[in-house]
DNA sequence: AAAATACTTAAATATCTAATTAATTAAATT
DNA sequence: AATTTAATTAATTAGATATTTAAGTATTTT
């Protein structure tokens, strides 16, 4: 399990997951919106799975990846306790 | 004016965070917390200081640290736009 | 079954980061 | 004025990170 701190340091990997908001999409058509080759996002895309981030699911000869928010809990919690942040979400993130 | 994502990435840095969130604290009173020596932590904190997310001021021979909330809003806003986190603070942070 | 497509793993490298010791600056105390 | 205390800057080094090319695995198509 991968830090969700060191994970989101990235600036291409923070492109990724707003791609990702917008809908869920496969490495090949992620790598069109950066300039780096195909293994450079396949590692990243390691590193935003290892710290559950994204998730990945295989469609055959693809695979799938989408936003995971189980990673962002643990970093929400720490924005709540050091700057006061308050969130409005009772259910979905248990602080 | 470095990146606030970079800066929050390093645990020592998170550390140094919460611990200025019970109360200001000069270089070697934090210092006391950690393994590492003087100008390591003199380093951290200038990446934080760098990032917005802390405030220096000096009183005499010692320099307060204290924590700047306003490196931390453009990190907010991501986890807001991304995963959709709802922030109870419309006057303080403007999203 | 051969070829093409989609993706990952491996090996290598260049750059960035965190930490140390030594030197420097500045304020308070003796 | 000399010394101690507080903190930063400089130079160096070890380790981590991002990226590349080349090789390998798996699935679909012909």
Redesign the interface.
């Known amino acids: 399990m991968g830090?969700p701190?060191?994970a989101?340091?990235?600036?291409n990997r923070?492109k990724i997951?707003?791609l990702l908001?917008k809908k869920d999409m496969n490495p090949t058509a992620i790598a069109k919106h950066f300039d780096f080759t195909l293994p450079g996002l396949s590692a990243h895309l390691r590193i935003l799975k290892d710290a559950n981030l994204v998730i990945e699911r295989k469609q055959g000869q693809h695979v799938l990846y989408s936003?995971n928010?189980k990673g962002?809990v643990e970093?929400?919690r720490?924005?709540v306790?050091?700057?006061g942040?308050?969130?409005?979400?009772p259910k979905s993130?248990p602080l």
Not at 8 to 11: L, N, Y
Not at 85 to 89: P, Q
């Open positions: 830090s701190w060191k989101i340091s990235d600036g923070r997951l707003m908001k936003l928010k962002s970093m929400i720490f924005f306790n050091v700057w942040y308050e969130i409005n979400s993130i």
